[in-house]
């Protein structure tokens, strides 16, 4: 299995956010995990992974990875549009 990046991505959504400052991972949600078992987290996930394989070249793990979380960035954006659409509807 590819491991590149497992400790720099948020094991809650598996996708490039929250931060690693040294042996600490700190999550978009506000945890802090140490990083070697944030990693450990995501392994079973980068398993399962159709995409990116075991002779994936790092760049292109990195590549795919800033892609994924672009699109959940664009979705939650959609979201909080659609939220306040839905608000300015009902408070008129």
């Excluded at 949600?29 to 140490?34: A, R």
Aim: charged share 25%.
């Amino acid at each position: 299995m590819n491991a590149a990046y497992t400790s720099q991505m948020d094991s809650n959504t598996h996708l490039l956010e929250g931060r690693r400052v040294g042996d600490k991972f700190y999550c978009a949600n506000g945890d802090v995990l140490q990083a070697d078992f944030n990693a450990a987290l995501n392994l079973p996930h980068r398993y399962s992974d159709q995409e990116i394989t075991l002779y994936t070249p790092h760049r292109e793990v990195r590549r795919i990875l800033l892609a994924r979380s672009s699109g959940a960035t664009e979705r939650q954006g959609a979201r909080v549009a659609r939220d306040q659409n839905l608000l300015s509807t009902v408070c008129g």
